[in-house]
């Protein structure tokens, strides 16, 4: 019983080193004497000691490679991109990928910097931040028709940062504010004129205006002085004495409006009970004298009332 023991022991070793688990998403590569033997996927598996070994495991899951790449662009100005690279390694590739390829990271990174050096130089920088998925798609074609033969799959490639030198970054800002600057001088400008179209169409009506409040008060006036003639007329005053009296009327009144204002300039007319008399007789004359030296001075013709 005693010497069964160690030999049950050492079995119960050879036994509990010959059992394995692989997890979940996850391969591992078996080698017997040196040589592939299999690959085992999730599960508790069994190998035989001593002969077999795990070479490997190989994670199935979706990684992630980030990878800076500074270069220059057309207009030469040097920048920076960061490009993310999401891979997995093929299920039914698994032994390429394992054998074929010693560091895929490295690898990767190869193609990377080799695609954006080949894209970029293309185009100027404004056109990097326009057609960053063109670079995008550009190291997902180059990475897949050469990764895939290692057994890797390229997911997606993602072009996430663009970092130009922080000289031409601030030119930009500059550029950007200049623009944005005449835009609001333009703007400023376009409103100023529509303020001085609206002040001179307001203007121009308040003189429209004005003019015709005038003519209408001339024409009030003129129709107020025919009834007076007419009225004084049929109280027995001749057109004469009723030109003279409105005359002088017309001279008291300008006397009191020029009094309510302290600082007017007064003409003082002779004020003499034919004053009015003789203004009158020297108008008819100068329109007398006018007509005969060939200069006709002619009113206004009135319209024909209807009946």
Same mark, same amino acid.
């Given at each position: 019983?005693?010497?069964?023991?160690?030999?049950?022991?050492?079995?119960?070793?050879?036994?509990?080193?010959?059992?394995?688990?692989?997890?979940?998403?996850?391969?591992?590569?078996?080698?017997?004497?040196?040589?592939?033997?299999?690959?085992?996927?999730?599960?508790?598996?069994?190998?035989?000691?001593?002969?077999?070994?795990?070479?490997?495991?190989?994670?199935?899951?979706?990684?992630?490679?980030?990878?800076?790449?500074?270069?220059?662009?057309?207009?030469?100005?040097?920048?920076?991109?960061?490009?993310?690279?999401?891979?997995?390694?093929?299920?039914?590739?698994?032994?390429?990928?394992?054998?074929?390829?010693?560091?895929?990271?490295?690898?990767?990174?190869?193609?990377?910097?080799?695609?954006?050096?080949?894209?970029?130089?293309?185009?100027?920088?404004?056109?990097?931040?326009?057609?960053?998925?063109?670079?995008?798609?550009?190291?997902?074609?180059?990475?897949?028709?050469?990764?895939?033969?290692?057994?890797?799959?390229?997911?997606?490639?993602?072009?996430?940062?663009?970092?130009?030198?922080?000289?031409?970054?601030?030119?930009?800002?500059?550029?950007?504010?200049? !623009?944005? *600057?005449? #835009?609001?001088?333009?703007?400023? $400008?376009? %409103?100023?004129?529509? /303020?001085?179209? &609206? +002040?001179?169409?307001? !203007?121009? *009506?308040? #003189?429209?205006?004005?003019?015709? $409040?005038? %003519?209408?008060?001339? /024409?009030?006036? &003129? +129709?107020?002085?025919? !009834?007076?003639?007419?009225?004084?007329?049929?109280?027995?005053?001749?057109?004469?004495?009723?030109?003279?009296?409105?005359?002088?009327?017309?001279?008291?009144?300008?006397?009191?409006?020029?009094?309510?204002?302290?600082?007017?300039?007064?003409?003082?007319?002779?004020?003499?009970?034919?004053?009015?008399?003789?203004?009158?007789?020297?108008?008819?004359?100068?329109?007398?004298?006018?007509?005969?030296?060939?200069?006709?001075?002619?009113?206004?013709?009135?319209?024909?009332?209807?009946?």
């Amino acid at each position: 019983m005693f010497v069964l023991i160690p030999f049950f022991i050492v079995f119960l070793i050879i036994v509990l080193n010959g059992l394995f688990t692989v997890k979940q998403q996850t391969v591992a590569v078996i080698e017997r004497l040196g040589k592939f033997q299999s690959i085992k996927g999730p599960g508790l598996h069994l190998k035989i000691p001593i002969l077999d070994s795990i070479a490997g495991r190989l994670n199935l899951k979706i990684q992630q490679l980030d990878v800076i790449v500074e270069t220059k662009t057309e207009d030469n100005v040097f920048t920076k991109l960061k490009v993310s690279v999401q891979f997995m390694i093929l299920k039914e590739a698994t032994y390429e990928a394992f054998y074929k390829l010693q560091s895929p990271y490295d690898q990767i990174t190869s193609y990377v910097f080799d695609t954006v050096r080949a894209e970029v130089p293309k185009m100027i920088l404004d056109d990097v931040f326009v057609k960053k998925d063109d670079i995008a798609i550009a190291i997902k074609r180059e990475l897949e028709e050469a990764m895939q033969t290692y057994g890797y799959g390229i997911v997606k490639a993602l072009v996430t940062d663009i970092d130009p030198d922080i000289a031409v970054k601030n030119a930009m800002n500059r550029i950007n504010a200049s !623009e944005r *600057e005449k #835009k609001a001088a333009e703007y400023e $400008g376009e %409103a100023e004129r529509i /303020r001085i179209v &609206a +002040k001179a169409r307001a !203007e121009a *009506e308040s #003189k429209r205006l004005q003019g015709q $409040g005038i %003519a209408d008060q001339r /024409r009030e006036i &003129a +129709k107020g002085l025919e !009834e007076s003639v007419g009225m004084l007329h049929h109280v027995g005053i001749t057109s004469q004495e009723a030109s003279s009296l409105l005359v002088i009327t017309q001279h008291y009144d300008t006397l009191h409006s020029l009094a309510e204002h302290t600082n007017s300039n007064l003409i003082l007319l002779p004020n003499v009970p034919n004053a009015a008399s003789d203004m009158l007789t020297n108008m008819v004359t100068s329109f007398n004298a006018a007509q005969s030296l060939g200069t006709p001075i002619t009113a206004p013709k009135e319209k024909p009332k209807k009946s």
